[in-house]
C-alpha cells in the first residue's frame, strides 16, 4: 500500500511540472524514479520514454509502464490517475480564470514568461536525458544526424527514430 501511495505522491507532483511538454518534467522523473525510489534504471526510464515518444496518443502515458513496474496493474492505473487528474484539475480551473482575465493587462507578460520558463524546462530535460543516452562517438554521431536531418527536412520524426533503433539494435547484435 505504501508504494501506492508513493507512486500517486511521485507522479502527481510530477505532473504538475510538465509545462511545455513531458520533457519538462523529465529531470525530474529521472530524479524521483531513478535516483531517489530506485524503482527504474535510468537506461530503462530512456527506453520507457523513447516508446512514449514513438508511440501514437499522449507520450507521457508511458509513467504507466514504471507504476506497472512497480506494483502490476494497480501500480499502472494510480500512475495515471496521479499523473492525469491534478493537471487536468489545475488546467479546468486556470481556463476558466484566464478566460475571465481576456483584458488583464499583465495576461500577456505572464504568457511570455511561461513560455521562456516552457523553453527552460524543455532544455534541461533534453540535456539530461542527452548525458544518459550519449555515451559513445557512434551514439553522438547519430544523434548530430538525425538532428541534422530533422532541421533540415520536413521528414516525419518518426521515420528516424526508428531508423535509429535499428542501427542501435545492430550495433548491440555486432
Partial sequence: MKQLIDLATVF????????????????????????????VTFPELMHYYSLGQLAPGPNMMMVASIGAQVAGLPGAAVVLVAFILPTGLLTFGIGRLWNRLANWPWRASIQRGLGSVSVGLVLAGGIVLARGALT????????????????????????????????GLAAYMI
Fill in 12 to 39: 502527481g507532483y510530477i505532473s504538475l511540472l510538465t509545462v511545455g511538454g513531458g520533457m519538462a518534467a523529465f529531470p525530474e522523473l529521472k530524479q524521483l524514479t531513478v535516483d531517489t525510489y530506485h524503482w
Fill in 136 to 167: 559513445d562517438l557512434m551514439m553522438i554521431a547519430l544523434a548530430a544526424g538525425v538532428f541534422a536531418l530533422l532541421m533540415l527536412t520536413k521528414i516525419n520524426p518518426a521515420i528516424p527514430i526508428v531508423a535509429s533503433g535499428l542501427v
